[in-house]
């Protein structure tokens, strides 16, 4: 643009914006410096844009930081309500099935108490049946005495009279067995009045051994849908990060794998063994399930998985090539002193200076991998330490090549620098 059409466009602006002069006086000289129009506007124009900028890139973040901490709450919320609810399932699992295992006991004692009452009536009918083959006999034996008394009359007098003193004693002992079989009779009915109301307390408690049998079914299958549930994020969280998950778990076998105790003999129930023998597997399946969860917790602990700052921050520089090399890590800046956490359980395997990195924290993890902390102002571990995951190993700083405050992280798997936001992104609904 020529200087006529400036000057013009100045001179049009003067009736709004005047021109401003600035004079800048030393002990020898003095320098006037004009400010027209269209160099004002340009100033203010440029000014609005970087205040405006700024007010943006303000709310973007601090939205950003509202909303992470919101969900990691709620999502840590929702986790501690998963395992009370699973625990208090896991204990009225623990309840009925004792309940179970009782009820089955006592509707086996009810069925030795039936078996013995069947026996005693046998036992009675038995010594029923020999008392009424007695007076069977007894009443033959009578009939032949009367018959003898009648052939006596008519033989002679004196066999007749013998007959005759006969008569009362053959009467006699028809009434004892007359008597005996009486209460042999009443004891044979109450013999199957007490068997029927066997029967019937053993029915009660079938019926009572079906609920509760039901009942425990139904919190099994709660604690079979809740264990699902419990594993698939693990599962997830470790395919996203591109984890072997098997080599991960036997490791983990291989360092918790303490076995000990007493061996006491096995009670094995006579009866109802094919019901109690069932749940007991299924029990076993669930608690060997209940432990895979363990195993899965334990895994994610010793791989890096868990983000290094939580206070605000941002993310200032991504992985990959940057000026012409490989970015091999992600920064976060930050005020100096920010805590930084550790991502994973570990071994600290250097806590001190590095070209380049300045103040610098390398941690070994499981299956190789390794996470460097660096540009750090203060250490809070040593080398050889061991660390838990999310304990505070350093602040952030700016040591080392940097431009300012802030935690330059990476992760490497047998030496090879990876993508940190990975493992960050794959644990988000996990941790």
Known sequence: MSNPILNRVNTALEKFVPEQRLTFKSAKSARVVRLRPLTQL???????????????????????????????????????????????????????????????????????????????????????????????????????????????????????????????????????????LRATAAARDEAVATASAARAEAEIIAQEQAMMVAHTDQIFQQLEDAVTVSVKPFEDMFSAAGIDADRLLSTIDSGYAGIGGPLNPAIVSTSGNAEISQRETRAQEIMISLDQVNRYRIAASRVPLAMPVRQAHRFTSGFGPRWGRLHAGVDFAGPVGTPIHAAGDGVVKFAGWQRGYGNIVI????????????????????????????????????????????????????????????????AENVF
Not at 145 to 168: F, N, T, V, Y
Not at 417 to 423: D, G, I, L, S
């Open 42 to 180: 340009a100033a203010l124009g440029g000014s609005s844009v970087v205040i405006g900028w700024t007010i943006l890139a303000s709310s973007v973040l601090a939205i950003d930081t509202l909303g992470s901490g919101s969900a990691k709450t709620e999502s840590a919320r929702a986790q501690t309500a998963f395992e009370t609810r699973l625990e208090a399932l896991s204990a009225e699992r623990d309840l009925h099935a004792a309940e179970a295992v009782e009820s089955q006991r006592n509707f086996a004692r009810a069925l030795d108490q039936v078996s013995r009452i069947q026996a005693e009536l046998l036992r009675s009918e038995q010594e029923r049946r020999a008392l009424e083959t007695g007076l069977t006999v007894a009443q033959s034996r009578l009939h032949d005495a009367l018959s003898e008394k009648r052939d006596a009359q008519l033989a002679s007098a004196p066999e007749a009279a013998e007959a005759i003193a006969r008569a009362p004693e053959m009467a006699l002992a028809l009434d004892v067995l007359n008597e005996e």
């Open 363 to 426: 941690i070994e993890h499981a299956l190789g991998t390794e996470t460097r902390y660096a540009h750090l102002n203060r250490f809070h571990v040593r080398q050889g330490q061991n660390v838990s995951r999310d304990d505070h190993i350093a602040d952030m700083g700016n040591t080392g090549r940097s431009t300012g405050p802030h935690l330059h992280y990476e992760v490497r798997v047998n030496g090879t620098a990876v993508n940190p936001m990975n493992f960050i992104q794959a």
